[in-house]
């Protein structure tokens, strides 16, 4: 259950970021579609050699796509600002449960997150009605999806900021994750396709080649999931049902002494760092058989690879962050 003043607490300490949000999030749908009216009437007052029309087309809306960044910063301000300002502990021993902590956070950056985005989905529609554009391009679709997406983006960085102890570990550990699928699957298989001599990806039907993207939390940063199957936010939203289970139970059962590590549980240290190096290996590996397209240059990227994961997992993960 989310306690009222534990709410008070998380609003006043994070109200200026959560009125920013709020407000970005509830003007930036409207404005565009204005926006687009006011190109629209210019084009008319000076036409020139152009054919004036007036179209609202979301799949070019710069603007509203960057609505996941919010997301972002509400996760790192609730979550990962307090494990490195080293507010968490004192949050803790409160007379609140880890887990009434944990859904308040979730529910403040969730409602602020999907609550504005609608009331400017609203106030967006409202305008197209009002100003009666020729046409309308996925509008609805995009401005759903936005709101998903956002919601992703928020359940993701969160999550991380569970596991880890500063700000810097919570946005790499999120980064790492929206990127996992390709680092666990393409990566080892186009190094298959050097070792072996095997094009992998056309032993795969294209359809599965063209779907294997969209498991990337990464890829809903743009907007190829508009024109993909209308039914391709189903992936999202079970992610974000995922990221908070898992966010959820790391924040109920995860040690807190150790405020200030890239991990909080320690046991994460070294297989993460092994991984690391793994990736390391394999990157660089396929970094120097593409310079030479030698097995040479393979291996010698190979070993580079190793040394620079190594020394980037060990500086990360074992060095402990200071307080702000």
């Known amino acids: 259950m989310v306690d009222r003043g534990l709410l008070y607490r998380e609003w006043k300490q994070n109200q200026v970021v959560l009125i920013l949000v709020s407000i970005f999030l ?6 565009s579609v204005f926006n687009t009216y006011l190109t629209y009437k210019g084009c008319l007052g000076d036409p020139g050699e152009y054919y004036c029309v ?3 087309n979301s799949f070019d809306n710069g603007m509203l796509i960057m609505n996941w960044v919010t997301g972002l910063m509400l996760a790192v301000c609730l979550f990962g600002l307090e494990r490195t300002k080293g507010t ?3 949050l803790l ?7 009434q902590v944990f859904q308040t956070k979730f529910l403040l950056g969730g409602a602020v997150i999907v609550g504005f985005q609608a009331v400017g989905y609203g106030l967006a529609e409202l305008l197209i009605i ?3 554009p020729e046409r309308v391009y996925y509008f609805h679709h995009f401005s759903v999806g936005e709101i998903i997406v956002s919601v992703l983006a928020f359940t993701l960085v969160a999550s991380a900021g569970t596991l ?3 700000t810097f570990g919570q946005l790499l550990t999120a980064f790492t994750v929206s990127i996992a699928p390709y680092l666990i699957i393409s990566l080892p298989l186009a190094n298959a396709e050097v070792v072996l001599g095997v094009k992998t990806y056309e032993l795969l039907p294209s359809s599965v080649n063209h779907s294997f993207q969209f498991i990337n939390p990464i890829m809903y940063a743009n907007t190829d999931w508009i024109t ?3 039914y391709i ?3 999202p939203a079970a992610m974000s049902i995922l990221f908070y289970v898992i966010g959820y139970i790391c924040f109920v059962r995860q040690p807190i002494e150790r405020n200030g590590r890239f991990f909080l549980w320690k046991k994460l240290d070294r297989p993460v760092q092994i991984f690391v190096i793994i990736i390391g290996v394999l990157g660089f590996g396929l970094a120097g058989y593409s310079t030479g397209q030698t097995i040479t240059g393979y291996v010698v990227g190979m070993l580079i690879g190793g040394a620079v994961g190594f020394l980037i997992s060990y500086f990360a993960i074992y060095k402990k962050t200071k307080h702000v």
């Open 130 to 132: 009002l100003l009666k």
């Open 88 to 90: 968490m502990d004192s």
């Open 233 to 235: 936010l189903i992936i």
């Open 228 to 230: 993909a199957s209308k």
């Open 26 to 31: 509830a003007a930036v749908n409207p404005f």
């Open 93 to 99: 021993s409160l007379p609140y449960t880890r887990g």
């Open 164 to 166: 880890t102890g500063n």
């Open 54 to 56: 007036f179209h609202v």
